[in-house]
């Protein structure tokens, strides 16, 4: 997810955040996991996940381990 620099800090990744999680619950998803980068550039998008529930998790689908890669998951059955 990116927002654009002009519209950041006005609750837009939040709002679509929440959107995207409801949506998956709906469809009765029990999981969602996301991939981000480790820099520090990304430090603001681990905590907005990390604020909305998801923790750090293991590599998962295709991917593998890598330094520039953090991988996060979030059990939607509690939400």
């Known amino acids: 997810m990116e ?3 002009d519209y950041l800090r006005q609750g837009i990744a939040s709002t679509m955040l929440s959107h ?3 949506e ?3 469809r009765g998803y029990k999981r969602l996991s996301l991939e981000t980068g480790s820099m520090a550039f990304f430090e603001p998008a681990r905590q907005l996940y990390s604020a909305f529930g998801f ?3 293991a ?3 295709d991917y593998s381990e890598d330094p ?3 991988f996060m998951s979030k059990q939607l059955d509690d939400t």
Do not use: T, Y
């Open 20 to 22: 995207l999680m409801r």
């Open 59 to 61: 590599p998962f689908a």
């Open 24 to 26: 998956a619950a709906g």
């Open 55 to 57: 923790m750090p998790c």
């Open 68 to 70: 520039n890669s953090v």
């Open 3 to 5: 927002i654009r620099l």
